[in-house]
């Protein structure tokens, strides 16, 4: 097998992932952005914002807006102003349960699983996937711009 072809083997395992993520959220009931929103709110800690969960998940500003303003309606966050046009996201008492009963095992399958590979395996795949987006980068410099 050629490198290219390995490359797009390590793309499907990629959206293999995805897919997985997808199926989890849909198995709990929970919509792809509701759940990352509610992950983002248990990683990040209460009183983050929906710029932090754009950034930490790369979802864009009025996908996590929209699922935001459903979990409100829900009863599951409060939304409190903070500076500027920022606004601070709570989970309610009821969106405090929803992520101890669906988010909190799911990261724990996550973590249980990164904890079956090694620290040197991490290492390698870290450093191998920065390799190759490295290369990515000087390869598609060459492409002309508008």
């Keep these: 097998m050629d490198n290219f072809q390995l490359f797009r083997e390590y793309l499907q395992i990629d959206l293999q992932i995805d897919e997985f993520y997808h199926t989890l959220a849909q198995g709990l009931g929970l919509s792809d952005s ?5 992950w983002g709110l248990e990683e ?14 790369f979802l ?5 807006h929209s699922s935001v303003r459903k979990l409100e309606r829900d009863g599951l966050l409060s939304l409190r102003s903070g500076e500027g046009r ?36 991490w290492t390698a795949v870290i450093r191998l996937t920065r390799k ?3 290369l990515f980068q000087e390869a598609a410099a060459s492409i002309p711009k508008r």
């Design 44 to 57: 990040l800690g209460a009183g983050c914002t929906q710029r932090d969960i754009c950034r930490q998940f």
């Design 60 to 64: 864009s500003k009025q996908t996590v």
């Design 86 to 121: 920022e606004v601070s996201l709570f989970p309610t008492a009821r969106g405090r349960e929803l992520i101890r009963e669906k988010i909190l095992p799911s990261m724990a399958a996550e973590r249980a699983a990164a904890e079956g590979m090694t620290e040197e395996e």
């Design 34 to 38: 509701a759940f990352w929103v509610l």
């Design 132 to 134: 190759w987006f490295s």
